[in-house]
């Protein structure tokens, strides 16, 4: 890690701090939301520099840690009364141009990949077609939202479109990571995702793009204003 250009940890931190900025600006400035992801973040920083994630032959994978909690998380906000309530009154437009940052994200993983800290099927030259998300949301947000020239057909088939590729590259950087399930990349395996700062991708920004596409969702489908 201390042969990485400052310039990856500088692309990323902005990336993170860009990706708090417009989930704030989605939640209607929720204070709740910042200190719970904030108390995380801290936690999760405290735990990669520890070395936690580093050890990979345990069972159940200590990455599981990076994953489960602000999934479960999700299951219950979608689930409950109260998080259907928050998920509801979202900012429909925060939550399609907050997907904008994919397109740094893709960055950093091809400047991880070449590092030989992460695999090259995690980046736009192996199976990671994710950076299409990040160029199309500012282009979704602008005729969609600002325009209005995008029926709710069109986002709604965007949103699904995106959330597919995003699973795409979770399922492949998961079963790129050292350990009992790795399936891929045994050669130069995910290792970046594991490091601090880059354990955010995981912990942080993958949960909160997956909850802008089931929010986004659920409000078309239900027939709500976006």
């Known amino acids: 890690m201390e042969n990485l250009p400052i310039y990856v940890y500088l692309v990323f931190g902005l990336t993170v701090s860009a990706a708090l900025f417009l989930f704030y600006k989605a939640t209607n400035h929720s204070t ?21 994630y580093k050890i990979t ?17 999700t299951i219950i906000l979608f689930s409950t009364n109260k998080g259907k309530i928050f998920v509801d009154n979202l900012n429909a437009k925060s939550l399609t141009l907050f ?32 950076i ?31 959330l597919g590729l995003l699973v795409n590259i979770a399922i492949n950087a998961i079963l790129s990571v050292p350990g009992a399930f790795q399936h891929f990349a045994f050669d ?8 601090f700062p880059f354990v955010f991708l995981p912990s942080v920004l993958v949960p ?12 078309i489908s239900l027939g709500k204003k976006i």
């Not at 995380?40 to 936690?52: D, E, N």
């Not at 032959?57 to 998380?73: E, H, I, K, Q, S």
């Not at 160029?135 to 069109?154: M, W």
């Not at 909160?208 to 409000?219: E, G, N, P, Y």
């Open 132 to 162: 299409i998300s990040g160029i199309s949301a500012p282009v979704i947000f602008y005729f969609g939202f600002v325009k209005r020239k995008l029926s709710r057909k069109i986002i709604l088939l965007w949103n699904f479109a995106c």
């Open 32 to 52: 709740l939301f910042l200190v719970i992801v904030v108390s995380w973040m801290i936690a999760q920083t405290v735990i990669s520099f520890s070395g936690f």
């Open 57 to 73: 032959n345990t069972l159940p994978p200590r990455v599981g840690l990076l994953l489960m909690p602000p999934l479960v998380m």
């Open 188 to 195: 130069q395996p995910n290792i970046g995702i594991l490091m």
């Open 208 to 219: 909160m793009v997956l909850f802008s596409h089931l929010a986004m969702i659920r409000r």
């Open 99 to 130: 997907h904008i940052i994919r397109l740094p994200v893709e960055l950093t993983l091809f400047w991880l990949f070449m590092h030989k800290l992460v695999p090259e099927l995690m980046t736009f030259e192996g199976r990671n077609f994710d």
